[in-house]
């Protein structure tokens, strides 16, 4: 079975860089077929699709976050990293990562297993 | 970029059938997943492609899209199964994946 464990600082504060690591288990972060994504969820609301990242390093970002965005993936120890510019307070939320299964792309994937999420507040 | 509306939410008497709707412009030509999150927790893929299930879920939870509507069924509901649902897509037009904004399915 595989498990998903975000970490990272809970609290960042507003103009930094928040940076959450996803650790993956019970499975290759590096096996073909399979993206590895993080959402976020604010408080109260609904799931917004961050982006994602392939073990080869091919990476897909919301467009609304891009030019604050990077995702990147480590092979080597099994881990796939965000990183978020220039933080706010709307940036505020429950970060989750993702394996996502399918041809994201082209025709379609989902999210088939899920981290527990971990809470990043922005403020001073 | 493409949109997915939900209703906001949905009551079912346990053992009665709930109908969570999704809907987008000519959503039947997109596959369509649906996840469960209950409160409190991580949410769980309960139908991908619009119909399958994945291991460990319940018959009792099925998917159908067609036309402009996609819709997630559960039927003898339970009250374990008051949570939020969210539905989905990839829109290979814009190249953005996209959540309808949820749910809440109450049990009375």
Do not use: M
């Given at each position: 079975q595989v498990q998903l464990q975000e970490s990272g600082p809970g609290l960042v504060k507003p103009s930094q860089t928040l940076s959450l690591t996803c650790t993956v288990s019970g499975g290759s972060i590096s096996s073909d077929g399979y993206y590895w994504?993080?959402?976020?969820?604010?408080?109260?609301?609904?799931?917004?699709?961050?982006?994602?990242v392939y073990h080869?390093?091919?990476?897909?970002?919301?467009p609304s976050l891009k030019s604050r965005l990077t995702i990147s993936v480590d092979?080597?120890?099994?881990?796939?990293?965000?990183?978020?510019s220039?933080?706010?307070?709307?940036?505020t939320a429950v970060y989750y990562c993702t394996r996502t299964l399918g041809y994201c792309s082209s025709t379609s994937c989902y999210h088939e297993y899920w981290g527990q999420g971990t809470l990043v507040t922005v403020s001073s | 970029s493409y949109v997915l509306t939900q209703p906001p939410s949905v009551s079912v008497a346990p053992g009665k059938t709930a109908s969570i709707t999704c809907g987008g412009n000519n959503i039947g030509s997109k596959?369509?997943?649906w996840y469960q999150q209950r409160p409190g927790?991580?949410?769980?893929?309960?139908?991908?492609?619009?119909?399958?299930?994945?291991?460990?879920?319940?018959?009792?939870?099925?998917?159908?899209?067609?036309?402009?509507t996609a819709t997630l069924t559960i039927s003898r509901v339970e009250a374990g199964d008051e949570?939020?649902?969210?539905?989905?897509?990839?829109?290979?037009?814009?190249?953005?994946?996209?959540?309808?904004?949820g749910t809440k399915l109450t049990v009375l």
């Open positions: 994504s993080w959402i976020r969820q604010h408080p109260g609301k609904g799931l917004e699709w961050i982006g994602y080869i390093g091919t990476t897909y970002y919301n092979t080597s120890k099994n881990k796939f990293s965000l990183k978020l220039s933080v706010t307070a709307a940036d | 596959s369509v997943h927790q991580a949410p769980v893929l309960v139908i991908y492609y619009d119909s399958d299930r994945p291991s460990g879920i319940p018959e009792r939870f099925s998917g159908s899209n067609s036309g402009n949570a939020d649902y969210y539905c989905q897509v990839w829109d290979s037009s814009s190249d953005q994946g996209v959540f309808g904004g």
